[in-house]
Structure formats: C-alpha cells, structure tokens
C-alpha cells in the first residue's frame, strides 16, 4: 500500500517567510509524529499527534512552530518568520497498534531558509 | 528520561567482512529499541525492533541485534557486508507505547570494495 507523503520534496525561503509543510500519513494511522533532522542536531523530536488526544508539543522549539492534523489524518507544519536555523530536513512518521506501534517515515521535505 | 549513544559516528569495513554498529540506550526501564537505516536523500527505514520478546532480533537485508539488559545494549550486527549497506544507521528508543522515538547520532557506515 501506500507509505507515508510529505509535500513539497524540496522548499526555498527567504528568511521572514512563512512556509507550510504537508504530511499524508498511511490509512488508518491514529499516531503522527514530527521529527527534524539537521547537521549540528541530528533527530529531533517536534510533536506528536495520537488521535483526537491533545498534541504533544513538547519538541517545538519556538513559537513559530505550530502544526494541525485535520480529521485524524493529514496533517500541516507551520513554521512561521523563517530563520536560517530552520533550515533542515522535517520528517513525518506515522504508526498504529494494529501494527505493532511501528513508525513509518515519509521520505522529509527539506527546508532552505536563505 | 531516556537517551541512546550510539558509539561510533563513523564505521569503515570492507565488503564480505562482519559488521557491528554499537548502541547503548538509558531508561528506567525497557524500552522498545529500534534501528532504522537511511539512504542518502531518502527517509528512514525500519531494520529491526526490540520489544520485549526474543532478545536477539533478526531484520532485513540479513541484519540483527542483540538486547543485553546488563549491559543497556542493543547493537547491530552483520556477517557479510554488501555495498548496498552503506548508509547512515540509527538506534531509537521508545518508553510508552506509541510515544515518541529518542534517537542517537547516527553512525555513517563505509563500505568498502
């Protein structure tokens, strides 16, 4: 079936932009789950989306950072006055218990902020 | 809290030698442990998981991990290795079911004709 979708692939900014990311998890999904990837920080965890329970925001680095999952299923990360330092690889992960709370990746958008 | 260390950031070998990717996790209990690989431009992908039955697992592409709870190891392990394995390899861990995965560093593996 399907895997994880992640939009656009690739996304240039100018700094002081606004910029949406997109997540198409697979069917039937209740967890998703935002991850960062970057040189100097590795894997890092933002938020995390487990059905119609209130996110875990824990990971966001700033108030810029906002996400929404729409219906229990896509799901949109905002970030918001881009900086250079948001410049990275934004990964999308989903998972359910019918199999076995395994986290599927999507294939990252990655972030240019000029 | 949790963490993972993975040990080596970098591990060289030559085709058809053995590999070991070397893991320690930190948690106040166990874990389900996790090693994903990722190909360069490409997201991660699932090699194998520990969660709580067999402690030695086996994976894809002729890859497996041991859990040793005395030690707080899982390391990843393969006979032969093929240039098809080069790649940057992860180790995770995650407490709660469903919950979010902590991951180490990464380490590049070379492989070396």
């Known amino acids: 079936g399907a895997g994880v979708s992640q939009s656009p692939s690739n996304k240039v900014t100018e700094k002081g932009k606004d910029v949406e990311l997109r997540c198409d998890p697979i069917?039937?999904?209740?967890?998703l789950y935002w991850y960062r990837q970057s040189l100097g920080q590795g894997l890092e965890f933002l938020i995390y989306f487990q059905g119609n329970s209130a996110p875990d925001k824990s990971g966001l680095p700033s108030d810029r950072f906002s996400a929404e999952r729409t219906g229990g299923s896509v799901s949109t990360l905002t970030i918001q006055r881009t900086q250079q330092e948001d410049s990275a690889v934004y990964l999308c992960?989903?998972?359910?218990?019918?199999?076995?709370?395994?986290?599927?990746f999507g294939p990252g958008t990655r972030l240019t902020v000029l | 809290a949790q963490s993972v260390t993975q040990l080596d950031s970098h591990v060289s070998v030559s085709e058809g030698t053995p590999v070991l990717l070397r893991c320690n996790y930190s948690s106040s209990y166990s874990p389900s442990l996790f090693w994903y690989v990722q190909h360069p431009n490409k997201g991660l992908q699932l090699l194998l998981k520990y969660t709580s039955a067999a402690t030695l697992v086996k994976g894809i592409n002729g890859f497996e991990a041991e859990f040793k709870k005395s030690e707080t190891s899982f390391h990843l392990t393969k006979p032969s290795a093929h240039m098809s394995d080069a790649a940057e390899y992860f180790c995770?861990?995650?407490?709660?079911?469903?919950?979010?995965?902590?991951f180490g560093r990464g380490t590049q593996l070379t492989v070396w004709p």
């Open positions: 995770a861990s995650r407490g709660s079911t469903l919950g979010r995965l902590y």
């Open positions: 992960a989903t998972a359910s218990r019918r199999e076995g709370d395994t986290q599927y």
């Open positions: 069917s039937g999904h209740t967890a």
